[in-house]
């Protein structure tokens, strides 16, 4: 038991690190005649990939069907089961299982590191992001000018674009000091067809149909530039950098939330 928690614990601070959701699963109750004993864990991937042992057989097969559900829920349970031939199980144990739920961890990938980023950067980690912070310019991309920052990268843009590997739950703000950059990196984005959460562009309206329009005529092969947010923002009449980190965070945390009938900036 000792070793096959060992193990598990192992693979969760790897998930963790990786970034990947997962499903742990510990059964808290378990009578003597039950195939998993107390303390017993598994963990469940969104793909069905499998660590570890609830007791195997029927009892695993139905334990990982109510894992997936709660990943696809996000949200932890506790589950009950009577080890009957209804369950294709003749021990007549009983087994209680506890299913916790871990979410990826949501990164936000700010490209520009001037005023904007400086004020959205505290406002996306009170939201629970870990904000990741690019600019090519060596005297922005300094982490002491950011509040709750969790990196600064100093790059060059076009290159990190080409080679970051952002995860489907984070999200990615390109608000640099060039038009160039923005479309530059944008377009990159698209041809790779990146796939997250959540992009955002800030322009003026006339920029940011110019941009669209050269992009989708690259013949990409996907819609990705027709599920960027641009111009960036609810429409709340911004007119600081301040208020506009609020629009811009407002309009994230309604695309993560579902939300369909909110007056988009980009709509």
């Not at 042992?53 to 695993?60: A, I, M, N, S, Y």
């Not at 003749?90 to 916790?100: Q, T």
């Not at 080679?163 to 060039?178: L, Q, R």
């Amino acid at each position: 038991m000792e070793r096959h928690n060992q193990e598990i614990f192992k693979k969760i601070n790897e998930l963790l690190d990786e970034n990947i959701e997962f499903a742990l699963l510990t059964i808290t109750k378990a009578t003597a005649n039950s195939p998993g004993r107390l303390g017993f864990k598994m963990l469940v991937l969104k793909d069905g990939t499998t660590f570890g042992t609830v007791g195997g057989g029927e009892l695993e097969f139905q334990a990982t069907k109510e894992a997936l559900s709660s990943i696809k829920e996000k949200k932890s349970k506790t589950i009950e089961y009577n080890l009957t031939p209804d369950l294709k199980m003749a021990c007549g144990g009983r087994v209680e299982l506890f299913i916790e739920y871990f979410e990826a961890t949501k990164k936000a990938y700010l490209f520009g590191g001037g005023h904007m980023g400086v004020d959205l950067t505290p406002i996306l980690a009170s939201l629970g992001f870990r904000v990741i912070v690019i600019d090519n310019r060596e005297d922005y991309a300094k982490s002491s000018r950011f509040l709750n920052v969790s990196e600064v990268i100093n790059a060059d843009y076009l290159e990190y674009a080409e080679n970051f590997k952002p995860s489907e739950s984070d999200a990615v703000v390109i608000f640099t000091h060039g038009h160039t950059y923005d479309y530059d990196i944008l377009d990159i984005l698209c041809r790779r067809n990146i796939d997250v959460k959540y992009i955002g562009v800030i322009g003026a309206k006339n920029k940011i149909n110019m941009i669209k329009k050269k992009i989708s005529s690259s013949g990409y092969g996907n819609d990705l530039i027709d599920r960027v947010y641009a111009p960036i923002g609810l429409n709340i009449a911004t007119k600081t950098t301040p208020e506009i980190s609020v629009a811009i965070a407002a309009e994230i945390v309604a695309v993560y939330n579902g939300v369909k009938d909110i007056k988009f900036m980009s709509r």
